[in-house]
């Protein structure tokens, strides 16, 4: 069983491009949340999905950021005219709908803003 | 709001030593604890949790930890450690209905040989 699998590992943008992170949850995993850990610190939530749905996007910056779970495919973190400051590490991770408690964590997307 | 302080941001120890890496929170509601490892390169991966019941909780690779509610504490521990737990250790917190996870800034643990 494949883990939570994230792609790309690394992705460098320069300033004003649009950066997108694909997050494909664990077989049978129909929750998928993405965390931001900036440099030198924990990391932060962001969004919580369901399939079609975004059930929690308290942690969601109001501007340029969005997320999307269809309905077939992976869960889609976009990020439009970037800028340095979204220079971070992007984490995904998915739970089954039985047990949302437990969280399983990907590798993660390093974004890098020139 | 939530908050999660883990007190110690780089630890270093030697082989067979003891560890205890301290957290504490801020969220005074009911709370799921958990906390996560991340060796070098790899993934987060889940050491522990604690729901309910029992607060001491053992977890993986020998690790444990105990929760103290009037503390807001949920310290993890490790009799003896080994070279191979060097890693960054995250305590989590997830309360107030919120399904997100509230993260400690984390501690880089060094084991030296």
């Known amino acids: 069983n494949a883990g939570v699998m994230q792609n790309p590992r690394h992705l460098v943008r320069r300033r004003g491009q649009e950066a997108r992170l694909r997050c494909s949850p664990m077989?049978?995993?129909?929750?998928v949340y993405w965390y931001r850990q900036l440099p030198e610190e924990g990391l932060k939530f962001m969004v919580y999905?369901?399939?079609?749905?975004?059930?929690?996007e308290s942690g969601m910056p109001k501007e340029r950021f969005s997320a999307e779970f269809p309905k077939e495919g992976p869960s889609i973190l976009r990020i439009q005219q970037v800028v340095r400051g979204d220079s971070a590490a992007y984490f995904c991770?998915?739970?089954?709908?039985?047990?949302?408690?437990?969280?399983?964590f990907g590798a993660g997307t390093r974004l890098s803003v020139l | 709001a939530q908050s999660v302080s883990q007190h110690n941001h780089h630890v270093i120890l030697s082989e067979a030593a003891s560890l205890e890496l301290g957290c504490n929170y801020s969220?005074?509601?009911?709370?799921?604890l958990f906390w996560y490892v991340q060796y070098p390169g790899q993934h987060l991966q889940l050491l522990l949790k604690?729901?309910?019941?029992?607060?001491l909780v053992k977890g993986i690779k020998g690790f444990e930890a105990e929760f103290i509610k009037s503390k807001f504490s949920f310290n993890l521990r490790k009799p003896s450690v080994q070279w191979s737990d060097t890693a960054e250790y995250f305590c989590?917190?997830?309360?107030?209905?919120?399904?997100?996870?509230?993260f400690g800034k984390g501690t880089h643990l060094i084991i030296q040989p």
């Open positions: 969220y005074g509601g009911t709370v799921n």
């Open positions: 604690y729901f309910s019941g029992d607060p």
């Open positions: 991770a998915s739970s089954p709908p039985s047990v949302k408690n437990i969280q399983y």
């Open positions: 989590a917190v997830q309360g107030g209905g919120a399904d997100g996870l509230t």
């Open positions: 077989k049978g995993h129909s929750h």
């Open positions: 999905l369901q399939k079609e749905n975004i059930i929690d």
